[in-house]
């Protein structure tokens, strides 16, 4: 800003009373300018500090989810890789990963995931890989352990674009053997069950039948359709107090497993003692 002097104004005629009215009006904009511009800096500097707030609580947050994926992945059974998917080199991987082949962390990390194929079978895989994540199945391959040995594993491979625009792939890993293994045990346990000498019924929380095993349609004379959905009180002869069958029902556990001879209504409505 320009500022007249008085002596050139009173040189140009204006009086002295009007030159100070116009130095008070100048003096009075020069401090309004200051004020307005106080203003500007002061509305910057409160917008830069919300602005700054706000980066941190999203920095913050996302750190917070950062660290809560990782102590779940991390710990999780279930294993898992993320690769670039350009180049194939593994960035990261999980403990139950490391468990699963039996290799450390340090030996995997900035491999490519091919190297985890057996050589043979190396671009099969691959191409399997590929079609998994275009078209958002799983896929069964071999992998490799440290032993030499190989593990048949299911892969599920999904592509994740993030914000800061760097594509990455996220392939979990679950180990089939141990699946199969649970399986096997499964269907043994299944079968004991079916070819017991003794009769065994399963209900649900409400202490509706859900399973009946083929010694309860030989001893009781229903067969599974017309028990399922029944409770085990159509078993009940009248010849046990109601208390009897109450284990039975829907809050029996384990503590109410007995053993012992029991009188049971049959389907022809005869009341038989039964083991």
């Known amino acids: 800003m320009h500022i007249i002097p008085l002596s050139a104004m009173l040189s140009t005629g204006i009086t002295g009373h009007s030159a100070i009215r116009i130095m008070s009006i100048l003096l009075w904009a020069s401090i309004a300018c200051l004020l307005a511009l106080t203003g500007i800096l002061m509305g910057q500097k409160r917008r830069q500090a919300n602005l700054e707030q706000t980066l941190s609580r999203e920095t913050t947050r996302r750190l917070d989810e950062a660290a809560r994926y990782n102590a779940i992945l991390g710990h999780s059974s279930e294993g898992f890789w993320i690769m670039d998917p350009e180049t194939l080199i593994l960035t990261e991987v999980n403990q139950g990963l490391c468990l699963m082949l039996g290799r450390d ?13 057996p050589p043979e079978e190396r671009e099969e895989s691959l191409a399997k890989l590929r079609q ?3 078209a958002a199945f799983r896929v069964e391959v071999q992998l490799l352990r440290a032993d030499g040995m190989t593990l048949p594993v299911q892969l599920a491979p999904v592509r994740i674009h993030p914000r800061d625009g760097i594509d990455y792939q996220l392939t979990f890993v679950t180990n089939l053997a141990l699946i199969k293994e649970q399986e096997h045990t499964l269907r043994l346990f299944c079968r004991a069950i079916e070819q017991s000498g003794i009769a065994i019924i399963i209900t649900d929380s409400q202490g509706k039948i859900e399973y009946v095993n083929h010694r309860f349609t030989q001893i009781t004379g229903y067969t599974q359709e017309e028990a399922l959905g029944q409770t085990p ?7 046990h107090p109601l ?3 109450r284990p039975c029902g829907p809050r029996s ?15 022809t409505a005869n009341c038989t003692g039964k083991r």
Do not use: Q, W, Y
């Not at 962390?105 to 194929?117: A, E």
């Not at 007995?258 to 049971?264: D, E, F, K, N, V």
């Open 105 to 117: 962390k340090s030996d995997l990390l900035g491999r490519p995931c091919f190297h985890l194929f």
């Open 132 to 134: 998994a994540e275009k």
């Open 233 to 239: 009180r159509i078993l009940k002869s009248g010849e």
């Open 243 to 245: 208390s009897f069958m």
């Open 253 to 267: 556990s384990l503590e109410n497993v007995g053993r012992g001879p029991l009188s049971t209504k049959e389907r």
